[in-house]
C-alpha cells in the first residue's frame, strides 16, 4: 500500500487535484488517521539499537512519532 503522502503528491502534480479515500468503518471521507515518521528519525533509532550494548529481548520495534494526522490534514499540507 502505498504511503498517502506519495498518493496525494502524485495527484497534485499529475491531474492538479487530491484524491481522498473513501469513508470506511464509520470514519467520514479522509478522517482516517496515521503516526507518520520521518525516515532519518527511523534511521537514528536504527543505529542507536544497533550500536547499544543492552542486549535486545526482541528484534521487532513500533517505532512511532506518537502524533497522528488525519488524511485530510495531510492533503492541506
Known sequence: MCSPIQTF???AK???KITLF???HG???GEHKRDFIDVND???ICYKIVKSKEKM???????GSGYQLS???IAKI
Do not use: A, E, H, R
Open 22 to 24: 473513501g469513508s470506511s
Open 14 to 16: 499529475l491531474k492538479k
Open 71 to 73: 488524511f485530510n490534514q
Open 42 to 44: 527511523i534511521s537514528k
Open 57 to 63: 529481548k526482541s528484534n521487532i520495534f513500533d517505532v
Open 9 to 11: 503528491y502524485d495527484d
Open 27 to 29: 470514519l467520514k471521507k
